[in-house]
């Protein structure tokens, strides 16, 4: 076999195209003469050129390396093609879908819309069940070999889920020897601890090799209020105040005559709930920053295995195999469990003499319980490649994955328990049968029965399993004057199942259905790399890609895509390419059989503080004009909708590649994008359903149906979101980048520039409704769609070190919710993060490197919308500081 070496850059885009090459047997065309065809990600023919119409951007091992980075995640959102990378960092936060689980979001389309491969196939779903996306935890940085992102639509060559793009994790098949490597990492301010111990061993025999990876990993958790003192929001004066929950301790309830009180109305002096007054959300709000992450421990364990057999010259057997365990938590505040209940005016703890419905109670007696999740994912794929005598190559595979998870709280409060403690005609004051009458009126008054009693730990099980057998062939049908035409075609047929089983006490109280559903689905593609001039005046070679893919879902019935593309080398400077082509996405088990389940989720009430048109319309619906939003999460049904079908989409990219012969070392490329998504799948986020149902409550009166309002208190107490093939999602933009390697002072040296100008990004949610636009906007708990993002590197490198400096750039945004009520918070600059890092080479065997990331410490800037740290994690560092050491010793 012979390999390509290619020079490891963050970027490749420029030089490259397609960037994205795979070692591949050496074959022979139609000549007998022997030709190296290599595959490229974006599609299935082997060919021998590397450039394709689809842009494609690699990141090397030696990239990985420097960057320190453990987390593919993280690697994936820091490294240099992250421009095309909006919207949120999934693992983020927990309460956003990310619960530990680590994805990637490409082009700010959600993690369902990217297509993530490992080796060039599908890897299942990871999760606690019914999931739809890859978790990235399951693969170690230490095997890869090199990370290709297409940053374009590719259904007719991959299937459904390619609509934002592809990532394609290459790893390490053939190694020979022993290398361990030992990463120890830390921030500035002693904290964020993390670990990582990686082992791989490799080895050659008569008609093989194979390579074994063992990792480790463990990253210790960091406290928001590590960071932040509290939650502020900023005055007109240009000061900040902080605010806390208004779900308090003590309890605050409402009265039959309409009066909200809260027990314990003097918290620094009262401890008995007898003691009761008006709350006061500015004296009676809890500060919830302790119980919060800013990082989220966690411990992960991977083994891989590679292995490939010759069976005889023309026939090799393959086996990839690999086991990840995960596990993780995450803190959460202390339990509510209270909104709802009501108590007799004669019931004897009830100090007030009146009937009343509690509305919130921080149960800071029980402590605070943990959200936790352990996950254990197995993937095996098998088959055998060959080559037939007149060159074409063949594939038969099987790729089977399961994951199974387990997660939970460590603790919660039944509310059906605790409303049995609140009603003396089934408790008793002395706990006589086994139910335990309640004083939850103040802080501090419950004995250890009634704690005993209404306390439960939270346990969910469920899992995916993905089992596929593919068949493929590819080679050159015959020669044209311009070249060989090639040619790649093939089947495959896919099973999919997801399952989720809620805690029997959840299920008893009707917070979370199960979900068990699955589907299959056949597919058949074809795919055609036609030359059509070559080495003629203003052609130094044009060349038309075709392909097709047929998939018929058991699910969604038949859908058919196809792509065009046109790749035009002018001369051996300038190229000029443009791909056209079909998308979809299949609805996931989630979305099809998910049953009714209840989240907390964030959410903005716009009759608060509201003004104009907005005010009018809360008022004429029965909302004060004072009205004071109750806390910041609203219980939020959500689940699943078995009449979806699937969402079709339609790409265009074109661009300019440019190598001048006057510059040697340099490239560039610019390319525009375009995505237009038709019956997209969605479900529109509470803020946005009640925004709108108040700009206009009659042309928007769906969404006016969607939520209820307590009939006296006003707040909102449920709202309903379900998906629906409704939304109409459009995003373009331009990505320019640039890489150069020159000497400089004797060095050797590199630098690279990628920019992304977001030019559209917009949701209409229904036919005829208003369009959400999100460029220059900072969204809650969706992440940021800046208009301008950019990542620059440069390095040296000599046979003894090498160096580098990379610069992360976010641009400037306003917040999606931003109001005169916050003007501080209203927007945000432009934000800068500087990493370095180096290396020394100290002999043949042994290397130590070291590194600091957001090296000035740059904070994170403060938000309206914030998640609970006054900022938006999902975009901005919230850690600050933070280095690394790491030794790698080759034996």
Sequence with gaps: MTAINLTPSRVYTAMLMAGAVAVSAQTKAQDSDPVE??????????????????????ISSADISASG??????????????????????????TSGGYGTAQVNLRGLGIKRTLVLLNGRRVVGGGTGANSSVDL?????????????????????????????????????????????????????????????????????????????????????????????CSKYGTEEGTFECFGSSTSEGGRALLADGTQVQFNQDPDTATNGNNYGPYNGALHS???????????????INLSSFANYNINDSVQLFVEASYANRQGEQIVTPRNGFAGIKVDADFQYNPTGQ?????????TELGAPYFFQETNTIRIVTGLTGVLDNGWEWDLSYNYGRNTGTDGWTFDIDPDRAAHTLDDSICTYDNSNGIPCGDWFGKNELTQDVIDYVKYRREGTGGNEMRTWSLNMNGYLYELPAGGIGFAVGAESRSETGWRDPDSTVLRNGLEDPIRGSYDVKEVFGELSVPILADTYLAKRLSVELAARYSDYSTAGAETTYKMGLTWNV????????????????????????????????????????????????LAAGVPADFVQDGTTILTSVGGN????????????????????????????????????????????????????????????????TFTRHPVTHQVNELNQRPVNAAVETVSGIDLNTAYKFTLFGLSSRASL??????????????GQPTIDKVGFITEDQGSYTEWRSNFSYSVMTDDWSASYSLRYIGSADDVNGSDFDPLGKSVGSVTYSDVSASWYYSDALTLSLGVDNIFDKKAPYLTSWNDANTDVMTYDLLGRRGFVRATYQF
């Design 754 to 767: 990628d920019i992304t100008r977001l030019l559209k990004h917009e949701s209409t949610p229904f036919k």
């Design 69 to 94: 980075i453990t987390n593919v995640e993280n690697l994936l959102q820091e490294m240099s093609f992250s421009a095309g990378v909006a919207g949120n960092a999934t693992n983020a936060y927990w």
């Design 571 to 618: 001369n051996d400077s300038l190229m000029l390419r443009a791909v056209r082509s079909t998308a979809f996405r299949a609805p996931v088990i989630t979305e099809l059989f998910g049953g009714t389940n209840g989240e907390n989720l964030r959410t903005i009430d716009p009759c608060e503080n509201a003004t104009g048109t907005i005010a009018a319309n809360c």
């Design 642 to 705: 078995p009449r979806l079908e699937p969402e079709t989409a339609d790409t265009t990219t074109v661009g300019i590649v440019w190598q001048p012969e006057f510059l040697d070392g340099f490239s560039a490329t610019i390319d525009y994008f375009n995505i237009k998504i038709d019956e997209a799948i969605t479900s529109v986020n509470g803020s946005d359903m009640l925004r709108l149902c108040y700009e206009d409550p009659i042309g928007n009166a769906k969404f006016c149906d």
């Design 355 to 363: 009937d009343l419905e509690f509305l919130r109670r921080r149960n």
């Design 37 to 58: 065809r290599i595959q490229i990600t974006g599609s299935k023919i082997k060919r021998t050129d590397i450039e394709t119409a689809s842009p494609v951007s690699v």
């Design 137 to 229: 935890n399951m693969i170690p940085t230490a095997m890869i070999e090199r990370i290709e992102v297409l940053k374009d639509g590719a259904s007719a060559v991959y299937g459904a889920d390619a609509v934002a793009g592809v990532v394609n994790i290459i790893t390490k098949k053939a190694f020979s020897g022993a290398e361990l490597s030992v990463k120890a990492g830390m921030a500035d301010k002693g904290d964020a601890e993390n670990q990582d111990l990686s082992l791989t061993l490799g080895g050659e025999f008569d008609k093989g090799n194979v390579v074994v990876n063992l990792s480790y990993g463990n990253t210790s958790a960091v406290r928001q209020s590590d960071r932040i003192a």
């Design 286 to 300: 809890f500060n919830y920053i302790p119980y919060l992450n800013a990082v989220s421990p966690m411990e992960r």
